[in-house]
């Protein structure tokens, strides 16, 4: 049965493309939401983009037909442009607001036709609320490709297994399996849990009948199902002067300086190490390896709580106290005492012999990164097209490193489960250049773990 959806005007900002996304049935765009997009048009960031495009694709469909009476969409459904809203006034709605007047014209396409079901699409939730309230059913939009972050792939599995499984490892370097032993061995209730196991996947493998542990990772081949598991070669290695402190953070530096993983996300809670592990782990290909020419470090600059206004000073100045947090991990990893940085040292030392470059991802646009080791901290607050325009300036030999809490998101247009790092972890699970990991200890201190598991 067809139905009919009316569409909110920040479905359309998250996905300009999200009018195609309806299958064979009528995309209702209320005429608020045409106005509404126009006031974003010319903003410089995403949002803007997205403006430009969702009014390009409503003037090739102008050019098609009426987009009043509707238009038929490749693909199938039809796309139409209302204007039409309740003549009679709804007591609680303040028809001075573009959030009730796009109301008012999804309770009109009910009244008016009564025997399509009409589906209110919106990613404010108060707005669907108040939808819910005045009787119209309201859905959530979400893409296709988005997962809860609770069902989010972490990465890493847990196994127990016969104490001939970890002898085997050992002794032959690698053990022969199938996908469905995995799964019969697979600890239930563990980190990691669910059907299906990937490429680059990491394993606890547990003795069943005794205390003997060890740690491991797999390769699956698509085709047979058959999966080779080997042992983690440098698990417990020293990497400029850390070492890791649990099972996850090993899996983490093992998939940091693997050569050929080209693609690595890190998540986890304040304080599980991720950027300390990966800007240690740049730092030991660069300098150590030589394997990359520099260690390229970006965030998004978007901030915490009231933001402080324009910055004074050069672009370094500004980007200070946005990149303090990267430059207190390079000056821990240095061993910068406090009378070292008042004598001058630091992780300016670094950065003025071309070792590492620190900047926003404001100026990527444009750029070609080959041979470089990029970490982008704070991920969590990217959009999933920002994440593609990242990885596609990746040049040769680039490796990328993405960390970041999808629980601690500060960009108000993205959430836990649309935000650019889960979109980037959902997308590349299971492929060979590509590994996940996902931190659960805390090791800052006793204090921050506890905050960070209750507050």
């Known amino acids: 049965m067809k139905k009919n959806f009316v569409v909110d005007t920040n479905v359309l900002l998250h996905d300009p493309r999200a009018i195609f996304r309806f299958e064979d049935n009528t995309v209702i765009i209320p005429i608020y939401v045409i106005e509404e997009i126009d006031t974003f048009k010319r903003d410089m960031s995403e949002l803007g983009r997205n403006a430009r495009e969702i009014s390009r694709i409503l003037d090739e469909y102008r050019g098609r037909g009426n987009l009043g009476q509707g238009v038929a969409l490749d693909g199938g459904g039809t796309l139409r442009v209302s204007f039409d809203r309740v003549k009679e006034p709804v007591e609680f709605l303040d028809t001075h607001k573009k959030d009730n007047l796009i109301l008012s014209v999804a309770l009109e396409v009910q009244r008016r036709e009564p025997e399509v079901p009409c589906i209110f699409v919106s990613k404010d939730v108060n707005l669907r609320v108040r939808a819910d309230v005045l009787g119209l059913a309201a859905e959530k939009y979400e893409e296709q490709d988005v997962v809860s972050v609770q069902e989010l792939y972490p990465g890493s599995s847990e196994l127990e297994v016969d104490n001939d499984w970890i002898d085997q490892l050992h002794e032959r370097g690698e053990l022969l399996t199938t996908l469905e032993e995995l799964a019969a061995h697979r600890v239930e209730g563990a980190r990691g849990r669910g059907t299906h196991f990937y490429t680059n996947e990491y394993l606890l493998l547990r003795n069943a009948r005794g205390p003997q542990t060890t740690l491991g990772k797999i390769q699956v081949d698509a085709e047979s199902g058959q999966v080779t598991i080997r042992p983690l070669a440098r698990a417990r290695d020293h990497v400029w002067g850390i070492r890791p402190r649990n099972r996850e953070q090993a899996f983490a530096l093992d998939a940091l300086l693997d050569d050929s993983v080209n693609v690595v996300t ?115 607050n990217l959009t999933p097209h920002e994440v ?38 959902n997308r590349f699970k299971g492929q060979s250049l590509a590994s996940t990991v996902t931190l659960f200890k805390g090791e800052r201190s006793d204090l921050a773990e506890m905050a960070a598991n209750l507050l």
């Open 388 to 425: 593609k325009t990242i990885l596609t300036r990746v040049g040769e030999g680039t490796k990328i490193v993405l960390t970041g809490d999808p629980y601690q998101i500060d960009n108000p247009y993205v959430d836990s489960e649309s935000n650019g790092l889960s979109y980037l972890v």
């Open 266 to 380: 890190l998540i986890g809670k304040a304080g599980t190490g991720k950027t300390l592990l990966a800007i240690a782990a740049g730092l030991q290909k660069v300098t150590e390896e030589r394997s990359h020419h520099k260690l390229l470090v970006s965030r998004p600059v978007i901030p915490m709580g009231r933001d402080l206004g324009y910055l004074p000073g050069t672009v370094e100045e500004k980007l200070d106290p946005w990149m303090r947090p990267i430059f207190d991990n390079v000056e821990y990893l240095m061993g910068i005492s406090h009378t070292d940085r008042r004598s001058g040292r630091g992780a300016d030392e670094l950065k003025s012999m071309g070792i590492i470059e620190i900047e926003p991802l404001t100026y990527i646009r444009g750029r070609s990164l080959p041979n470089l080791y990029m970490i982008v901290d704070e991920a969590q």
